[in-house]
């Protein structure tokens, strides 16, 4: 079978180079993921706290892990094809169906690219938001060593927009560099805060990389609002919409023997600013620092993360976990102005490589909620959890 | 109880973490272009043309590249010597560029013989043999020294 592919991709892509037939790859990848929660600080109501690790799933049972073995929330399935309709002219398209969904396959990306030149490219359609330097491959577990980035950080619900970017690759003495300059609008249904809008998103990202290090900025801005029966939607809706910023930076360091990495981020998510009572808003900081060290087939890692959302007096509530959202809103008297919401995270795990194109992955994730009182008192440790899962991560 | 036989496991997987292995390599290898492609290339434009970087030669039209199979030894000790990475990294290397849309890997032939034939017949590819496989078909475009 690989023998046919690779006569068939020679055949199209090389022997008859000049000619216009279509070269055609497809490629893949998946995670099975097996996991549960092993402890955590059960909620004043008495009820048992839950993990999500795919913010961007909807709140159905399957995306939550609790005391009970789970295959659901990190479980998915991803198929690639790539087109050259010429050698200028390519067409691609992801499909990605996931556990946390009910299975339910969705494009994740539809898009069109046309090399402008050897070094440019412009892409056009659905593609990936390039928030962070896991975003482009969040859903690929092959890529990374933990079972799933760091939630802390990566737990973003917006993955993708609808619009044009372009890409161009270059270099300099011994490093090489890409710039990413993208525009367009994005809408994700069903968050915890409703169906988020975002008009006119705007961003760009410069990456340099040499043989052991890479560096990653990113900045963005948009317009949000909200639709949806959220507290939040009848603050920021399409006529009033917030600007909202988010900026990203990223060190990485790869001996193929140690990999040591960090990435730190701030939002400004502005979502009331905007609104008439002048103003209260929740910002948002994140960092990760991650170190793994490869013994032949084993990879061990430890991870540290941190999530800091300031909340404001009005309306915040909203922005927050469905539960702690409820909790907050009854009691709306106490000061939230300032208070903070903090989690943090220690995944410690071990990937084995023990076939060329797939890994076991073993992880294990301590999360502690360290919120203002004011916050943790009315609604108790809501992210205090531990999680335990053992999945397989495999590329096609 | 539970909770600690679950950290036992992962400490055992942390432990068989532990275990080592070495690698072995073969002859020296080179990169190879067509008779008319009188390109020289540098260990730098071979990194950058063979991980989908460069598109063209330096200052002239298109490269093709042309690659391997992973489980090549001469793949192997290419990545290694040339490229500066080793198979995994390689393999996460492409897996993020495939993934992110940003790129995709060389075409892969499956024998140095094939890989040769096609450099010979294509001013345009480059591939890497070993020296000792070199014959008048093809020409030295760069050599690691």
């Known amino acids: ?396 | 109880m539970k909770n600690f036989i679950e950290c036992k496991l992962f400490c055992l997987m942390f432990l068989f973490s532990m275990l080592l292995a070495s690698n072995s390599s073969v002859a020296d290898i080179v990169i190879i272009s067509h008779p008319d492609n009188n390109v020289s290339l540098s260990k730098k434009e071979v990194q950058r043309i063979f991980l989908g970087k460069l598109k063209t030669f330096p200052g002239k039209g298109p490269v093709i590249p042309i690659d391997l199979s992973k489980d090549s030894s001469h793949r192997i000790e290419f990545s290694n010597d040339i490229l500066n990475k080793n198979m995994r990294q390689i393999s996460a290397y492409w897996t993020r560029l495939i993934f992110t849309g940003k790129g995709l890997p060389p075409k892969q032939v499956d024998s140095i013989e094939e890989l040769k034939k096609l450099v010979a017949r294509n001013p345009d590819a480059i591939g890497y043999i070993d020296k000792d496989s070199l014959d008048d078909t093809v020409r030295v475009a760069f050599e690691d020294k």
């Open chain 1, 1 to 396: 079978m690989k023998k046919i592919v690779t006569v068939l991709l020679f055949a199209s892509g090389l022997f008859t180079l000049p000619l216009q037939a279509a070269d055609l790859r497809w490629s893949g990848f998946g995670s099975i993921v097996l996991g549960k929660t092993i402890d955590d600080e059960p909620l004043p109501g008495g009820t048992n706290s839950t993990y999500k690790p795919d913010a961007a799933a909807p709140n159905v049972d399957g995306a939550y892990y609790d005391n009970n073995w789970s295959m659901k929330p990190d479980t998915l399935f991803g198929i690639q094809v790539d087109i050259d309709l010429n050698d200028k002219l390519s067409l691609t398209s992801q499909l990605v169906s996931k556990g946390a969904n009910d299975y339910d396959t969705e494009i994740e990306w539809l898009y069109a690219g046309y090399e402008l030149s050897p070094k440019l490219v412009i892409n056009f359609g659905k593609q990936r938001l390039p928030l962070y330097n896991y975003s482009d491959f969040q859903d690929v577990g092959f890529a990374y060593h933990w079972t799933r980035p760091p939630l802390e950080v990566y737990g973003e619900e917006l993955s993708s927009y609808e619009g044009i970017s372009t890409l161009y690759v270059d270099s300099f003495g011994d490093w090489d560099y890409d710039a990413q300059v993208y525009w367009g609008n994005s809408t994700t249904d069903g968050t915890p805060l409703g169906d988020v809008n975002l008009k006119d998103l705007f961003g760009a990202v410069l990456t340099f990389t040499n043989e052991e290090l890479k560096y990653r900025v990113s900045a963005h801005r948009a317009e949000v609002w909200t639709d949806g029966d959220t507290g939040l939607a009848t603050l920021v809706d399409e006529d009033s919409p917030s600007k909202a910023a988010f900026y990203s930076g990223g060190v990485f360091y790869d001996t193929g023997e140690w990999l040591v990495g960090s990435e730190v981020t701030y939002m400004d998510a502005g979502l009331i600013q905007a609104d008439t009572d002048g103003g209260t808003f929740v910002s948002r900081k994140t960092w990760m620092v991650t170190a793994a060290y490869r013994f032949n087939d084993f990879l061990p890692h430890i991870t540290f993360s941190e999530r800091e959302i300031e909340l404001a007096k009005d309306g915040t509530e909203a922005v927050l976990t469905p539960t702690l959202g409820a909790a907050l809103a009854a009691i709306a008297s106490e000061p939230l102005d300032g208070a903070k919401q903090i989690s943090q995270t220690i995944n410690l795990g071990v990937r084995w490589d023990f076939h060329p194109q797939a890994a076991i992955k073993l992880d294990y994730i301590r999360r502690a909620d360290k919120s203002d009182d004011v916050i943790v008192d009315s609604a108790g440790k809501t992210l205090k959890i531990d999680v335990l899962s053992i999945g397989m991560d495999f590329i096609f």
